[in-house]
Nanobody
Framework: QVQLVESGGGWVQAGGSLRLSCAAS????????MAWFRQAPGKEREFVAA???????YFADSVKGRFTISKDNAKSAVYLRMDSLKPEDTAVYYC?????????WGQGTQVTVSS
């Protein structure tokens, strides 16, 4: 069973940047497609970005061109670089495998973007 711990969230003004990290234990990540998801208050959790085993990347339209996903197989870590942040990016951000494993959700990391 993989355990995932997200970090790097915080408060930032619109237009700013943050880099989120996801540390995995229990399994190595290289064979999995890994993804970031987010959940804003009162909304469903939604897909943000994914990176495949061969490092192909996929993004939600809402973040395309502003967010970058990367991974370090040796460290079993996945990263989400977020630039040009907008207030609508405010949410709790989670990482998981893709498709998501319902038993692997971590606590997430809060990102708050002020206007």
């Amino acid at each position: 069973q993989v355990q995932l711990v997200e970090s790097g969230g915080g408060w930032v003004q619109a237009g700013g940047s943050l880099r989120l990290s996801c540390a995995a234990s229990g399994r190595t990540l290289w064979a999995y497609m890994m993804a970031w998801f987010r959940q804003a208050p009162g909304k469903e959790r939604e897909f943000v970005a994914a990176i495949g085993w061969s490092s192909g990347t996929y993004f939600a339209d809402s973040v395309k061109g502003r967010f970058t996903i990367s991974k370090d197989n040796a460290k079993s870590a996945v990263y989400l670089r977020m630039d040009s942040l907008k207030p609508e990016d405010t949410a709790v951000y989670y990482c998981n495998v893709y498709p998501p494993n319902k038993n692997a959700w971590g606590q997430g990391t809060q990102v708050t973007v002020s206007s």
